[in-house]
């Protein structure tokens, strides 16, 4: 072996480097596991539906497996049923989750109910038989309501929702969604999505009343502020659907009280409140409306409503902004033509009625339109008014007499004639048109056209041609130019037509007070016409007017007895009594009594019936028919004065009718003389003094000097409080008389009613006594009184009769009867001179008793001395020195009839 082959060694081999260290391999098995978890999951990952596919026949195929393997594991069998009901595999789906219906705990159970609940409703889109629909339908809701009440949160909810949405029953989920929101506690968002639910399927069921309330609790729980206003949408978009009502307003009112409203919640609330009424509402949110978008139709729906409330200035406001969209002959026309017209806008409204007339026919439009231009005036309106008219109907004398008169005053006469010719070829028939023309010609001085455009004939000489023309011209307004036409015939009147001509004359001859004419053709109407009531009175106005009692007279007895007539016989009535015959005038009476229902508003028979009634003594009865008299003619005076004077003569005045009688007359100032006698005389006797001190110094006109009335006056002044005046005025009366006045002098009045009653009569008409008989017979003979006396003269004799049977009162009356002035003036003197020392009185022995203390104690035995009344006519009241003015003026005026010797 040689050296180098001994020093040759054997080669050892490197090494060899692993592919894989220990770490990597850890890590590269660690990959390996979680990428077997992945592909193979365990039983829980089939919980979850997303990670199946059902159209995974392999995934089917291993669950059926693991569930064979492991029937008691709840979750995997119901991972099972969700991937077969997904699969469309429902009959096994429905045997595999059956033992699950066991399983009470919880979120499982939730989980369970709610695969069987997509397990059903698939089954129910299969459309089985309709008993097996019945049971998936009831299943289905039973399902339903369970999940709702067992669902965990708002996600399972809405989920729920979802599924029972699908269900189509929306009245059951309804009720469903109500029932929870009612009985189960939940936070109020949790409430308001419940009673949200309920409302929407309420929609969906067609009950929009029941979703108004549900939507209405969910906006009232609701916390969201968006939420709460898509609500008050809802809710009131739900009342309008359900039809209006009172709950309906009160809950609007409700949520409107609780929203933020903007302009569709103003429009919808709006919505409900007008038609329920709540006018006043519904225009604040209208308004509201309106100011965010003033659109044309919501202009016209709030002018309504301002109208509605009455603002009907507020309605003008918006006229302008309407009258840009209007269409001629529209109602939004018509409406602004309105608001123009109520608020008195007469040239706006013409405006309006008048365009609105122009587009067809339209009475409204026409009449407003006519009307208005005639008020302003408006000529040119009211001629295209009458022209546009004319070509659709014919006219009335109205219109055609306000188209002459406005067009005289804008145009020619003969544009008129050309326009009312115009309209006889269309109505060739019209009457109107045709007089209306004739009256055009005549005022153009064509009467003969006239005519032949009223009559559509030339005129002829006969009697039918002159009554047309005499027409003509007074339809025409010329009645003076037709009369002359008609009396061409007056001498000689026509055998033809003579009751017209007649009529006519008559007519004409009347309306100018031609009273010849009238009177003869009149008379001769009444020929043809005997039953005519208005001749009749024309004959008898003409009689009056002049003054021919004896044809007024027989008119009357005309028109009783052709007639019958009660006017006519109360005429005979008067004439009867003028003539003081009493015979007729009762026979009269006794034909007015068979017809009482007539006799009733008859004056005139009442009033004589009351005289007649009082000559025979009947009180009461002429009592009555006064009252009657007075009832028919009103307050009459001298029915007033017969019915005073009627009263004060009875025994025992009644109060209360007297009252009545003067309570009329307290407010006015001056009446006539015999009535303020009377009224006078009736204040006097129920205690009003100074009411009658007025009417006492009225009546000093015509009864300046009448010894017993100044006496009485004086009595009256006297209780109004003024003795010293009342012996100031005694005192200038005697002195009247020393100055040669006399006693016995009656008022100077015209006959009238009150003359039948009262004073005018013999004693035992009005009802004296006995006793006052010889008082009254005394009192005529010691005062010299002869002739009969008139009623007030009669009643303050009466009133003066204690102080006149005084011995010292006769002794004046003698010495003034037998002329004995120095005897007079000495007892004048005497009382002056004491009434100098004591002007109230009491009175000096030996002079005549002057007060009404003296009197009353003159007539008594023993009745002593009166104190001293210390009262003068600076102390005492205006009235008693007006009245001591009044009658020392009347008692120095000498009268021109005033006789020289008492």
């Not at 059902?54 to 991972?79: E, F, H, I, T």
Request: contains cysteine; negative net charge; aromatic residues 6%.
């Amino acid at each position: 072996m040689t050296a180098e082959t001994a020093d040759r060694k054997p080669r050892q081999q490197p090494a060899r480097e692993k592919l894989l260290n220990a770490p990597a391999l850890l890590i590269m098995g660690a990959v390996i596991i979680v990428a077997l978890w992945v592909l193979f999951p365990r039983q829980p990952a089939f919980r979850n539906p997303a990670n199946l596919s059902a159209k995974d026949a392999l995934s089917v195929a291993y669950l059926r497996v693991l569930v064979q393997s492991d029937p008691d594991n709840a979750p995997l069998r119901l991972s099972l049923v969700q991937v077969l009901t997904e699969a469309g595999l429902l009959d096994e789906a429905r045997g595999v989750i059956e033992p699950l219906q066991w399983i009470e705990r919880e979120p499982l159970r939730f989980e369970i109910r709610l695969a069987d609940l997509k397990l059903s409703l698939q089954q129910l889109y299969r459309r089985p038989s309709e008993e097996r629909q019945q049971t998936l339908r009831q299943q289905i809701a039973d399902l339903i309501s369970r999940l709702l009440l067992t669902a965990p949160n708002e996600s399972a909810l809405d989920q729920v929702a979802t599924l029972a949405e699908q269900f189509g029953e929306p009245q059951v989920l309804a009720q469903t969604f109500e029932h929870l929101a009612i009985t189960v506690p939940a936070e109020p968002a949790r409430k308001a999505s419940w009673w949200r639910l309920a409302g929407r399927h309420y929609l969906a069921a067609n009950a929009p009343k029941q979703a108004a309330q549900s939507y209405a609790g969910a906006f009232l729980l609701e916390p969201s502020p968006e939420l709460k206003q898509t609500l008050a949408k809802n809710t009131l978009r739900a009342l309008l659907q359900a039809g209006l009502d009172e709950n309906a307003l009160a809950l609007t009112l409700r949520i409107m009280a609780g929203a933020s409203p903007d302009t569709e919640l103003y429009q919808l609330a709006a919505d409900i409140a007008e038609p329920l009424g709540d006018q006043q509402n519904a225009l604040r949110w209208l308004t509201a409306v309106h100011q965010a978008a003033p659109e044309p139709d919501l202009t016209e729906r709030l002018l309504r409503l301002r109208i509605a409330t009455g603002d009907l200035a507020g309605a003008l406001e918006l006229a302008p902004l309407l009258r840009e969209h209007v269409q001629p002959g529209s109602e939004r026309h018509r409406l602004l033509a309105h608001v123009y017209d109520w608020n008195s806008q007469s040239r706006p409204a013409l405006e309006m009625w008048l365009s609105l007339a122009m587009t067809g026919p339209d009475p409204e439009a026409e009449s407003r339109a006519f009307a208005l231009a005639r008020d302003l005036p408006e000529d040119a309106a009211m001629m295209q008014l009458i022209e546009l008219l004319a070509t659709r109907r014919e006219l009335n004398e109205l219109e055609w007499a306000a188209y002459i008169e406005a067009g005289l005053r804008q145009v020619e006469p003969l544009h008129l004639e050309q326009e009312l010719r115009r309209h006889l070829l269309q109505f060739a028939d019209s009457v109107t048109a045709k007089r209306t023309l004739s009256r055009l010609l005549v005022r153009m001085g064509e009467p003969d056209e006239a005519l032949a455009a009223l009559h559509g004939a030339d005129i002829v000489d006969t009697i039918q041609a002159e009554l047309r023309l005499a027409r003509t011209l007074d339809a025409a307004g010329e009645p003076e130019r037709a009369l002359d036409v008609l009396l061409r015939r007056f001498s000689a009147p026509p055998e033809q037509e003579t009751e017209n001509y007649w009529l006519l004359l008559a007519d004409l001859a009347w309306q100018l007070g031609r009273d010849t004419y009238a009177s003869k053709a009149l008379a001769e109407a009444l020929v043809y016409r005997p039953d005519d009531a208005t001749i009749v009175d024309r004959l008898q106005q003409l009689a009056r007017r002049n003054r021919d009692d004896r044809e007024l007279e027989r008119l009357a007895r005309y028109g009783w007895e052709r007639l019958g007539r009660i006017s006519d016989l109360q005429r005979l009535m008067r004439f009867a009594f003028q003539r003081k015959n009493w015979v007729e005038l009762d026979r009269w009476l006794a034909l007015a009594e068979t017809r009482p229902e007539q006799v009733q508003q008859a004056p005139d028979y009442w009033m004589y019936s009351a005289v007649r009634k009082m000559a025979a003594g009947n009180r009461d009865a002429a009592r009555k028919a006064l009252k009657e008299t007075l009832r028919l003619r009103g307050q009459d005076p001298e029915v007033s004065e017969a019915i005073i004077w009627l009263l004060l003569a009875e025994p025992t005045v009644d109060a209360t009718a007297l009252e009545a009688a003067v309570q009329g007359y307290r407010q006015q100032g001056a009446v006539s003389p015999p009535l303020a006698e009377a009224l006078a005389a009736a204040e006097l006797t129920l205690g009003r003094p100074q009411s009658a001190a007025g009417w006492f110094m009225q009546s000093l006109q015509a009864r300046p000097k009448d010894f017993f009335w100044n006496l009485t006056l004086a009595d009256n002044i006297e209780w109004v409080g003024c003795p010293a005046h009342a012996n100031a005025i005694r005192l200038q009366v005697l002195r009247s008389i020393g100055q040669g006045g006399v006693i016995t002098q009656n008022g100077q009045h015209p006959a009238r009613l009150a003359d039948y009653f009262y004073g005018v009569h013999d004693p035992k008409v009005v009802s004296l006594d006995e006793d006052e008989v010889e008082v009254w017979q005394d009192l005529r003979s010691g005062w010299n009184i002869v002739k009969p006396l008139d009623n007030a003269r009669f009643f303050a004799l009466m009133r003066q009769r204690e102080r006149l049977l005084l011995s010292a009162w006769e002794d004046f009356a003698d010495a003034v009867r037998e002329n004995r002035m120095p005897i007079v003036q000495q007892m004048i003197n005497a009382v002056a001179q004491s009434l100098v020392l004591q002007p109230a009185g009491p009175a000096v022995s030996g002079t005549l008793p002057l007060t009404l203390d003296d009197v009353d104690r003159a007539n008594r035995w023993f009745a002593g001395s009166a104190p001293v009344n210390t009262s003068t006519l600076a102390s005492e009241l205006p009235i008693c020195r007006e009245s001591l003015a009044a009658i020392h003026v009347a008692l120095n005026t000498r009268s021109k009839q005033e006789p020289t010797t008492p």
